[in-house]
């Protein structure tokens, strides 16, 4: 289905971004497509959350983003919210989401336009809180510092249940991953960490992470989480700097809800979504994770190799005593007709095609 209305995210301080900006304006001119930027941080522009910002811009099917993968968040938490596909043009360093060299945009938007790119549909977060969140004034500022104006609190979706224990639930869509950390360096968290219902443990950390697949190579990589395929469904809990001696992560089946409840103890905790801040809780406030009903859509122009993008992305090496074997011949050649007991299998694309 050709283009009808898109929506612009644009990675102010990046003069590439800037100039690319151009290049989407002209197509869509030259298209007759309405064009409109938006989750613009500038002091004339107050942030909205990502349903507000979609009809602001009158509901764009088609998201276009120029920075990196944190440019590709902002983008993506607005484009969810009325099932627009995401199309991220890479200007950053270690991306992940970002699909096109800013050279290729043109031929991109017409791909998409013509109906001949890929749709590649990925798992994201909601969650619900003991109380709808809050940002007190005095840490308004602090949540902000060097990252542009803070989003509004996640808003009470409207069929949230009522009822004790149940809590408040809030529209939130997180493609890498839900946190709570701490705010002041000598005050960690303390918290309660329940799956599915059951008290997996008591962690005093400086983080607790809730993860997609996607977001497994985001933070919760750094915290030495595992790497997931982006193509299953999975809920991932990884503590960062845990004061116990169980320290693992736990990858939980996607029906299963991970809890976090803030004990007495504790110190404030912030709560961040995509790497923004969206509330603040007090001992005793909690939250609960899971797997949202609504999805992603990012574009693709052909099938990813994303264990390759992997290698390339984190600048692998290899064992020096492997270096006398020379280059590593290609397993399974998809260039060739696939045997049938392969034949449901995903394999990456030949490297013609990547």
């Not at 002091?43 to 983003?65: C, F, I, K, M, N």
């Not at 017409?110 to 004034?137: C, F, I, N, Y």
């Not at 803070?150 to 009470?156: E, F, K």
Request: contains cysteine; hydrophobic residues 40%.
């Amino acid at each position: 289905m050709p283009v009808q209305r898109i929506g612009l995210v644009v990675h102010q301080g990046r003069a590439t971004a800037l100039d690319v900006r151009g290049a989407v304006q002209t197509w869509c001119a030259a298209h007759g497509i309405p064009c409109t930027e938006i989750d613009v941080w500038s002091e004339d522009h107050e942030r909205r959350s990502g349903r507000e910002e979609a009809h602001a811009a009158g509901d764009p099917d088609l998201v276009v983003t120029l920075g990196g993968d944190g440019t590709f968040l902002r983008g993506a938490r607005i484009a969810v919210k009325t099932g627009a596909s995401v199309l991220g043009v890479d200007l950053g360093k270690v991306g992940f989401l970002t699909e096109v060299p800013a050279r290729d945009l043109t031929a991109a938007l017409d791909a998409v336009h013509a109906g001949h790119a890929l749709v590649e549909e990925r798992m994201t977060l909601t969650m619900r809180a003991s109380r709808p969140p809050q940002v007190p004034p005095d840490l308004e500022a602090l949540g902000c510092f060097g990252r542009g104006p803070v989003l509004p609190p996640p808003p009470v979706r409207p069929q949230s249940t009522a009822g004790e224990g149940w809590g408040v639930a809030l529209d939130v869509n997180a493609l890498n991953d839900i946190v709570v950390e701490k705010f002041a360096r000598d005050r960690q968290v303390s918290a309660g960490v329940y799956i599915s219902g059951s008290l997996l443990a008591a962690y005093s950390a400086d983080a607790l992470v809730v993860a997609t697949p996607t977001g497994s190579t985001a933070y919760c990589f750094a915290a030495g989480g595992p790497v997931l395929s982006p193509h299953m469904d999975a809920v991932v809990f990884t503590p960062i700097a845990p004061h116990m001696t169980f320290n693992r992560t736990v990858v939980a089946a996607p029906d299963e809800p991970v809890a976090l409840r803030i004990l007495p103890h504790s110190g404030r905790a912030a709560v961040t979504i995509d790497g923004e801040l969206r509330g603040v809780l007090e001992p005793g406030d909690w939250i609960g994770v899971y797997r949202a009903p609504q999805r992603v859509r990012l574009i693709r122009l052909h099938a990813t190799d994303f264990y390759g993008r992997l290698r390339d992305r984190f600048r692998l090496t290899d064992a020096p005593a492997t270096a006398t074997d020379g280059e590593f011949a290609p397993f399974f050649r998809p260039e060739t007709p696939v045997p049938p007991d392969l034949a449901g299998l995903r394999l990456s694309p030949p490297a013609a095609a990547r």
